[in-house]
């Protein structure tokens, strides 16, 4: 039974973060046993009662900061300039709070990898920044979607259905519009590789606007039919 409460609202646990607790708690009790057994160490006794302070100070200190870290909700504090990284280690965190987003999370996720994917095949193509105007103009717009998403995983209530029904039919929607651009990506990445050795200039002006005329005609046409946008 979980008894950890806010506001009469139960508290869900990171099981992402066990890990971390269980291998403190390992560590501190195995040091506890070396040093306090008189087989293995022979200290002296107020050296030993010292121990014993500095142990408790640690369990209670380091397992106060791990649960509460464990029990706060994953949030991206600069999703201005928030990277691959960022998102990816929010979105984990997520994956391990109790939410009704589990699938599209892991889509997240997957959506999340398969563009440093293609963004490292593309960058494989020219030794220089010749693509990375396509690579930025790209990353901008699925990561705007990904802000989005974590943003309804904060606000949504698991007490009302038809909050949850809302807030997933909007997740969906950003989720299906990166599958879109994830697509463009994948079929200008092909595209750039027929051109062979870089392409020169004319690829890269080529690059940008085949990139962004592509992610508006998605933004416009995926957003006229979606009422739910802020």
Do not use: C, H
Request: net charge neutral; aromatic share 10%.
């Amino acid at each position: 039974m979980n008894l950890l409460k806010v506001k009469g609202e139960k508290l869900n646990l990171n099981t992402q973060k066990l890990p971390f607790i269980i291998i403190f708690n390992a560590l501190l009790a195995l040091t506890d046993v070396i040093l306090l057994s008189q087989g293995i160490t022979s200290l002296s006794g107020k050296v030993r009662f010292a121990v014993i302070i500095v142990s408790l100070i640690l369990f209670i200190t380091g397992n106060y900061i791990l649960l509460s870290t464990a029990f706060k909700k994953p949030v991206i504090k600069d999703k201005a300039n928030a990277d691959a990284d960022d998102f990816e280690v929010a979105f984990k965190g997520w994956k391990g709070m109790k939410t009704p987003y589990g699938r599209q999370i892991d889509l997240a996720l997957e959506q999340l990898r398969q563009f440093q994917s293609r963004r490292e095949k593309l960058k494989a193509l020219s030794e220089d920044s010749t693509f990375d105007a396509a690579i930025d103009e790209v990353q901008t717009n699925m990561f705007q979607n990904f802000s989005r998403i974590i943003n309804r995983l904060l606000i949504y209530d698991k007490k009302d259905n038809n909050d949850i029904n809302r807030n997933g039919n909007y997740i969906n929607s950003m989720l299906n519009t990166n599958t879109q651009y994830l697509e463009v990506f994948r079929r200008f990445i092909d595209e750039i590789a027929m051109l062979g050795d870089n392409g020169g200039s004319d690829a890269a002006t080529l690059s940008l606007q085949t990139i962004t005329d592509s992610l508006r005609d998605i933004r416009i046409n995926g957003y006229d039919s979606f009422e739910d946008i802020q």
